[in-house]
């Protein structure tokens, strides 16, 4: 059973950090690129970052570049999204997905995690 359990979100002030956690199982993954996915109340899912697991190539939206960080720990079929600097608009629901291709769109990704809230007061 494939399963993306995505965690560490939470609330936290502005200019603050939060690191979430992707762990995935069932299937192979490194042969998978894995995608950060966030929702805000009112407004469509964007793409925020991913990292192909082969190797290791990262992808940001420009709204989250020189802020967010992806990295991968394929040990332990984990990504981490390290979150710096937060502003209220990175306020949403965080989720994470699994696509053959490193993408920053909705339409590749076969597998998705449950979301995580991420809420950043002023």
């Known amino acids: 059973e494939v399963q993306l359990q995505a965690s560490g979100g939470g609330l936290v002030q502005a200019g603050g950090s939060l690191r979430l956690s992707c762990a995935a199982s069932?299937?192979?993954?490194?042969?998978?690129?894995i995608g950060w996915f966030r929702q805000a109340p009112g407004k469509e899912r964007e793409g925020v970052s991913c990292i192909s697991s082969s190797d290791g190539s990262t992808y940001y939206a420009d709204s989250v570049k020189g802020r967010f960080t992806i990295s991968s720990d394929n040990a332990k079929n984990t990504v981490y999204l390290q979150m710096n600097s937060l502003k209220p608009e990175d306020t949403a629901v965080y989720y994470c997905?699994?696509?053959?291709?490193?993408?920053?769109?909705?339409?590749?990704?076969?597998?998705w995690g449950q979301g995580t809230q991420v809420t950043v007061s002023s």
């Open positions: 997905a699994a696509s053959r291709i490193p993408e920053l769109v909705q339409s590749p990704y076969d597998y």
């Open positions: 069932g299937f192979t993954f490194d042969d998978y690129a």
